[in-house]
């Protein structure tokens, strides 16, 4: 099972995330989305950051991101991940998911949030359903500078280790059924 972790992170969260389920899962690829020219336009601190990123997740901009290292098209499964911004999805994520051809691809989707974590995971599932993906899992992390990080990341583990069962089960049952 082929399975792809990308991720869009601003401060650190989701790529402590993603490493960590990355390390949990064989045959596992990772990609960062919109490393370097995104993030250096959306400021690090203060006040601004959330002024310039969230106005441009409100109105759910899909910004263009840095051209990616992996092919999304060579995996079975794709693990995304984003931090909540004004509720919403962070543009880069939604840029990667929209340019992916789910058709017949599994997926699963976490974000990190404040404690405000608002609908955006329901929305890419319904999203990536309509192309004809098959999402196995949706889950919410607090930031793990909030509460106990090092519980948050072992969940988060926990869960992609899950997601990537249901996966491979479903994927075997597929088989099989196309066999008989
Ligand atoms: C622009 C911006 C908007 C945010 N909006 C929310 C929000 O609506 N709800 C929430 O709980 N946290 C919000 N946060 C906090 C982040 O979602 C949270 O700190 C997350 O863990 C950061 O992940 P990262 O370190 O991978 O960037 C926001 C942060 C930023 C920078």
Redesign the pocket.
Known sequence: MKTLFA???????????AEAMAAAIPESGIEELARARYTRS?PKRGIM??????HE?MLKRMPKISPLTANPAAYDMIVV????????V?PPARTFMAGVDWSGKCAALF????????GSLREMARFIADRGGIVVGSDS?????RGNGGKTKARAVEWAVECVEKARKLRSQTAGESAS
């Open positions: 991720y869009y992170s601003h401060e650190g969260n989701c790529r402590a995330l959306i950051k959330y002024f310039c990123g969230g997740a991940g984003w931090p909540v911004w004004f509720l919403q962070a974000n990190m949030h404040r404690g405000g974590k608002g992390f607090v930031d793990l500078r």
